[in-house]
């Protein structure tokens, strides 16, 4: 398995605004530390210790206040390092797991209570492609009782093929990532317009986040993902979510965070709606205390 690097380590406080209180950072991670919490034994990659004092001095300096932290596949379904962050946060942060036909209903009810509020699935392939169908649905029945909604992990050009799965889900969903849509090949590509047919049900939620994974050559300024970001928020303003993917596993450049903050103006030009995407949608999806 690779090991990868960490964050950037000394990203810049905004330049271009100052987000509102209660802005919240909707996709993150906390990792380790691994002699606390041990990553999976059957990772894909190996992340740097990255955990929650790491994480609030970088909200502190972004001028951010709540958080969802996403659970990475490289502590699999041990959710621990997550749940601690969630109950060191005081009401101030939410979470998503990763949960297998292990999980009883005692489980998912003490996740339930500690903040976790939708469970992810990954159908990329370089992270083990995509889970056994019969047991996501079984999955998605268990959960679904606690109000909890699905974040579903997609490569681009495999949209398309899981329309029927799509159409199917009895709960809200979340499409990271913007499906990592390769942004070289253009708003017209047929995996972007499926995504944006996508946001016409009500159902369908989408995170804005991953600009240093969906750009061209994967360094700033990032320009090439802002139509696609814009088309998005144009589609479903109430169902757009942003998040900064700290601490960026899997990337080809490492981001200064400072920067994906200040990009939030080019993406979101309207200060209304940026509140919106920051705050308003998170606290209705995330059920913030």
């Known amino acids: 398995m690779k090991s990868i690097p960490g964050p950037h380590p000394a990203p810049h406080a905004p330049r271009r605004w100052t987000p509102p209180a209660g802005a919240t950072d909707a996709h993150c991670h906390v990792f380790g530390p691994a002699a606390r919490f041990p990553f999976s034994a059957d990772r894909a990659y190996t992340p740097p210790d990255s955990g929650l004092e790491d994480f609030e001095r970088l909200q502190q300096r972004l001028g951010l206040s709540r958080a969802v932290f996403v659970q990475a596949s490289c502590h699999g379904t041990d959710n621990a390092a997550m749940v601690d962050a969630l109950r060191r946060g005081n009401g101030r942060y939410a979470g998503v797991a990763m949960i297998d036909e292990s999980f009883n209903d005692a489980d998912i009810a003490a996740l339930h209570a500690a903040g976790v509020r939708a ?92 600009a240093e994974r969906l750009t061209a050559d994967g360094r700033p300024p990032y320009d090439d993902v802002v139509p696609f970001a814009r088309a998005l928020v144009a589609a479903a303003p109430g169902r757009v979510l942003w998040g900064t993917d700290w601490p960026h596993p899997n990337v080809r450049h490492t981001p200064d965070d400072g920067d994906l903050i200040d990009l939030l103006v080019d993406l979101i030009p309207d200060e209304v709606t940026r509140r919106r995407v920051l705050v308003d949608n998170p606290g209705t999806l995330y059920d913030f205390r």
């Open 119 to 210: 469970t992810r699935f990954n159908f990329v392939k370089h992270l083990g492609g995509a889970p056994d169908l019969d047991v996501f649905w079984r999955l998605v029945r268990r959960v679904q009782p606690y109000g909890w909604h699905i974040v579903l992990h997609f490569d681009a050009k495999d949209l398309p093929e899981y329309a029927d799965v799509l159409d199917q889900m009895p709960c809200p969903f979340v499409i990271d990532h913007m499906a990592r849509v390769p942004t070289a090949d253009g708003i017209e590509q047929q995996p972007f317009q499926t995504l944006l047919d996508l946001m016409r049900d009500e159902r369908a939620w989408v995170k804005i986040s991953g």
